[in-house]
């Protein structure tokens, strides 16, 4: 049941980083959002660029630089950054991909395609705002 949900490291990067840049007071720089989050500078680097293209956030360089929002903080969800990062969430209906169940009826029963529509509906009814 791998396909239901991933939040890969990059998502997880992206939640976070948004989240605090969200709650500061000041512009944030790839080394500290990396330093607060545990992660390696050169994937935040990576992750902030994706969502600096994405609209989400603005960079400035230099050693007074870094990222703040680009929207404000209840106009941004948990699925806009998740989905910026790693594309549409869809809802699995067959954890196996599959279009029709060689035994009729799938075994997980409707588990998978309610799994994927509540983390879809979580991320989407939460906003940046919620975590400030």
Do not use: W
């Amino acid at each position: 049941m791998g396909n239901i949900f991933a939040l890969t490291e990059a998502a997880s990067i992206g939640l976070h980083s948004m989240v605090l840049i969200a709650r500061s007071n000041e512009m944030l720089n790839v080394n500290r959002i990396a330093e607060f989050i545990g992660s390696s500078r050169h994937h935040v680097a990576k992750v902030m660029q994706r969502l600096s293209k994405e609209g989400f956030v603005t960079s400035n360089r230099g050693p007074t630089g870094g990222f703040k929002l680009k929207k404000l903080p209840h106009e941004i969800t948990l699925l806009d950054i998740y989905e910026a990062i790693e594309g549409p969430l869809v809802v699995q209906t067959c954890p196996m991909n599959h279009d029709h169940c060689p035994f009729g009826q799938c075994l997980m029963g409707d588990l998978s395609p309610n799994v994927s529509k509540q983390i879809r509906d979580y991320l989407a009814e939460h906003t940046l705002k919620d975590y400030l």
